[in-house]
């Protein structure tokens, strides 16, 4: 079998990739059988006092032979993580046609459900089982199955988790307790649907309720691709990204602008984000339908997705064409799933005509800031979302525009005309809480779209984090915005050499009531936050220690400090997991330092770092952040941009070892080199 992309078209404006960078799987059914995405799993009524939910499954089962068959479903309820059946039913037995397919309905009860959230991502399994119905008198198939369905071989298809769309699996093997074991009854097929128990609802008086309560979206807006590999991702490499953004305080992930992964959506079930689901284009022909429907038929059974964004940045928005094709669109997604509102990322029209109302939602690229002529206070019974803002261009470890380096200054200096910090973009969101929230551009630095700079620039300035996940200064503006815990960050480095006594712009992000700032031990004074604002200072130079000490009601509650660094002396190697899996897919995250003797790292290092391995392992790619650099990602060594650099490690395939030791060192002119073990493992759950 011959699978092959035709990567020939033209695409988007930023770097999409081409050929296959997905898992493609080829799936192996009973002629009688669920159907691909088959089932609808939500649950429509959730008690106030949480004693049940009611779990509505309908299941689209198919019979693709010649032949008709009577069947009936058993679905169950079951945890996720394991355990016997919470709920159970038997529907009716029916007969079906040949080739031909009919949706059975089921409502089961749940007790006690645990919700689903970002904070506690609780998530069950709804098992359904196709059991056909034989004649009994002669031990077979009132209709006699083909060969195929009777061959033990063509039903044990079963497909592991590694090798399995992350939120469906079949397992085809007749266990006892799925179905009577006793002659008479055959189990066809073995369909499993990940699902939470959970509501949501977008109001123009309260904003995004979450079972029931006020629940502000804190999102960013996300390509898919990550240094060293582009968009072939292995699926540690998504959950890696999706840890940065919960770290930094995240709750939402917007996939611009494409339908995402399954394995990214499993993910956000699993880690705890909501998920703006994006369709492609703005598209009603036949092909466009049919990629809108795949895509809801695909997810609908996420308790992430909250949203499907049916297009972004369109032309034809606010025109009469626009609204008719939108108004397609969002009919066909409301009729696949109305338990999920429709939305469309506007960049302009919001009030030219009635695109806006084909939607429930209405998204806001960098048009909820503000001003009356934005159209939003205009029409205050609209519900409304921040779907893209911010766009805040800067570059990790640089604090002065250079155009011709093609560096962003970290004070942000040099952002586009429709940009802003995100502070002002969350600042509207706390003044009209009916705006529900915003997905700041964007989580991570990504290939192509270079912006403020054209070529030879390679990627854009807007990540909060770089392409390598390293965090640049504004992460720590927004980290203080969505998280609890007291913070303060100072910036820039305390490294200016030849600029003695020369005053250096002092920047101090937190979410304290005041921060004092010290130099060397002496106090120069103490600020008041306003806002959401950065305090700001100016400070001469001297080298040494630079130290802020954030205070809530006069009470020292966290600091921060930049030391002059020395001379870059040796290598740090830091693993995000030093335990794998042995099935060839698996990756380590390595994060290189270059640090001085006293082990402070050199924010204006650019050593070329070597990486050299033992055992059955390679280097899946290298990054630096370095929105200029034009060295190969495919390669054992990268020279660190400002201080750091980055390298993936993957284990090879384990044949007939329960386990391998790997031995990665990073080596550098004139540096003390790092050594750092990693130990992949063959047995499944090996990961950590």
């Not at 009524?45 to 009577?70: C, F, M, T």
């Not at 037995?93 to 009919?102: G, M, W």
Request: hydrophobic share 35%; net charge negative.
């Amino acid at each position: 079998m011959l699978v092959k992309v035709d990567a020939t078209v033209l695409e988007g404006w930023w770097y999409e990739g081409c050929g296959i960078y997905r898992h493609v799987w080829l799936r192996s059914t009973d002629p009688l059988h669920v159907a691909d995405h088959g089932t609808y799993v939500t649950t429509p009524d959730i008690a106030a006092d949480g004693s049940n939910a009611v779990v509505a499954v309908a299941a689209n089962v198919r019979n693709e032979s010649d032949r008709a068959r009577r069947f009936r479903v058993r679905t169950s309820l079951h945890p996720k993580a394991g355990g016997d059946a919470l709920a159970a039913t038997l529907s009716e037995t029916v007969a079906l046609s040949p080739y031909s397919a009919t949706e059975i309905n089921q409502r089961l009860t749940l007790a006690f459900p645990a919700l689903w959230t970002p904070e506690q991502p609780n998530l069950y399994l709804a098992v359904s089982a196709v059991e056909e119905i034989l004649d009994r008198e002669e031990g077979r198939s009132a209709t006699k199955p083909d060969a195929a369905s009777a061959d033990p071989a063509a039903m044990a298809a079963e497909r592991s988790d590694a090798s399995e769309d992350a939120d469906e699996r079949r397992d085809r093997s007749f266990e006892p307790g799925d179905a009577e074991s006793h002659e008479g009854v055959r189990l066809a097929d073995r369909y499993e649907t990940v699902f939470g128990v959970r509501s949501i609802a977008f109001a123009a008086e309260r904003g995004f309720l979450l079972n029931g309560k006020p629940y502000p979206i804190r999102g960013t807006s996300n390509h898919q691709d990550f240094a060293g590999v582009g968009v072939a991702l292995p699926d540690a490499l998504i959950a890696y990204k999706l840890k940065l953004l919960k770290e930094m305080g995240c709750n939402a992930y917007r996939s611009a602008h494409h339908p995402p992964t399954p394995e990214l959506l499993a993910l956000c079930d699993e880690l705890g984000l909501l998920v703006m689901n994006e369709n492609r284009k703005l598209d009603s022909t036949p092909r466009g339908l049919d990629h809108l429907r795949r895509m809801i038929l695909r997810d609908r059974n996420h308790p992430c997705i909250i949203l499907w964004s049916l297009e972004n940045e369109e032309v034809l928005e606010g025109t009469a064409t626009g609204s008719r094709i939108l108004k397609r669109m969002a009919g066909e997604a409301r009729r696949l799933d109305p338990a999920r509102p429709t939305s469309a990322a506007m960049n302009h029209g919001w009030h030219e005509g009635d695109y806006a109302d084909q939607v429930d939602v209405v998204g806001y690229n960098y048009g909820h800031r503000g001003s009356a002529a934005d159209g939003r206070r205009r029409f205050p019974r609209r519900a409304q979302i921040g779907s893209e803002s911010a766009s805040y261009t800067t570059t990790r470890g640089e604090y002065a525009d250079d155009p011709a380096s093609g560096y962003a200054s970290a004070y942000g200096t040099s952002i586009p005309s429709w940009g802003c910090s995100p502070a002002v973009s969350w600042q509207a969101v706390l003044d009209d809480p009916s705006l529900t929230g915003v997905f700041l551009w964007t989580g991570f630095d990504y290939r192509g779209e270079p912006t403020p700079y054209e070529w030879p620039c390679i990627n854009s300035h807007f990540g909060i984090m770089d392409t390598c996940g390293f965090p640049k200064d504004v992460y720590y503006e927004v980290q203080a915005m969505w998280t609890p815990e007291p913070l303060v960050h100072v910036m820039p480095h305390w490294n200016w050499a030849g600029r003695e006594g020369e005053e250096i712009e002092i920047w101090t992000y937190g979410n304290c009531d005041s921060v004092e700032l010290w130099l060397n031990g002496r106090l120069l004074g103490e600020q008041a936050r306003e806002g959401l604002s950065p305090i700001k200072w100016a400070v001469p130079y001297e080298r040494g220690t630079l130290r802020a000490i954030g205070k809530n009601g006069g009470v020292r509650a966290a600091s921060a400090e930049r030391a002059t660094a020395g001379a870059a002396s040796r290598i740090v190697l830091e693993a995000d997991r030093t335990r794998l899996g042995g099935d060839g897919t698996d990756v380590a995250v390595l994060r290189v330092s270059v640090v001085d003797a006293e082990g402070r790292i050199v924010p204006t290092a650019d050593s070329l770092i070597r990486f050299e391995l033992s055992g059955p392992a390679s280097v899946l790619g290298v990054g630096n952040g370095n929105p200029s650099s034009h060295e190969p990602d495919k390669a054992d060594r990268r020279r660190a941009f400002n201080g750091r650099c980055l390298a993936l490690i993957q284990p090879s395939e384990l044949h007939g070892e329960s386990s391998a030791t790997i031995r990665v060192k990073a080596i550098s002119s004139g540096l003390v080199p790092a050594e750092l073990i990693l130990t992949a493992a063959a047995a499944a759950g090996a990961r950590s």
